[in-house]
């Protein structure tokens, strides 16, 4: 999108945007626009979807701290769940996940699809969660790294962390 929408913000466009009046604006009558948007997201030590659909998270942070650099990173997950409305239902979305120093250079980028399923309930969002491991994430520096969620090429979230030396025990 060229311009935001009205009503936008960082996590999203607000319900007012969500709707937009027919025939540029004459009509009194609201037409629902099609969105995804992240529901949470969060960088954690572990995290899976069980079968049920609900999520265990263990360990979140924001926050890794090392003896020494390089370091080198065993488990970091990215738990992420989106709402999507029923005009997005039966649709499938490219995701994006870019995980960047604070140079902006990408250090791991990871491409896949998600599918939207039809909600659960009639009037409800559905509901997408997932979860994405990145394994032997080697870290060369101290600083600060952000993980970029894009869906569709947009941007729907950044989750900033810092790796830090370690304090010296006292």
């Known amino acids: 999108r060229a311009m935001p929408l009205r009503g936008e913000s960082s996590h999203g466009p607000s319900d007012a945007a ?3 009046p027919l025939r ?3 009509d009194p009558v609201p037409r629902i626009l099609p969105y995804v948007d992240v529901r949470f997201a969060v960088l954690a030590d572990y995290a899976a979807v069980d079968p049920q659909g609900r999520f265990n998270i ?3 942070f924001s926050d890794i701290y090392a003896a020494a650099f390089p370091l080198q990173v065993a488990n970091l997950h990215v738990a992420l769940s989106f709402t999507a409305n029923a005009l997005e239902a039966g649709s499938t979305k490219a995701l994006r996940l870019v995980l960047q120093d604070q140079d902006g250079r990408a250090l ?3 491409d896949g699809q998600i599918g939207i399923p039809p909600p659960a309930r009639a009037g409800r969002p559905s509901l997408i969660n997932i979860c994405l491991g ?4 080697a870290i060369a520096e101290e ?3 952000q993980v970029c969620v894009l869906i569709n090429g ?5 989750l900033e962390f810092s790796a830090l030396l370690a304090p010296a025990p006292a």
């Open 154 to 158: 947009e941007t729907k979230t950044v």
């Open 134 to 137: 990145i394994h032997n994430l």
């Open 108 to 110: 791991v980028a990871m």
């Open 18 to 20: 969500r709707t937009a």
């Open 58 to 60: 263990i360990g979140l």
């Open 24 to 26: 540029g604006g004459t």
């Open 143 to 145: 600083g600060s790294y």
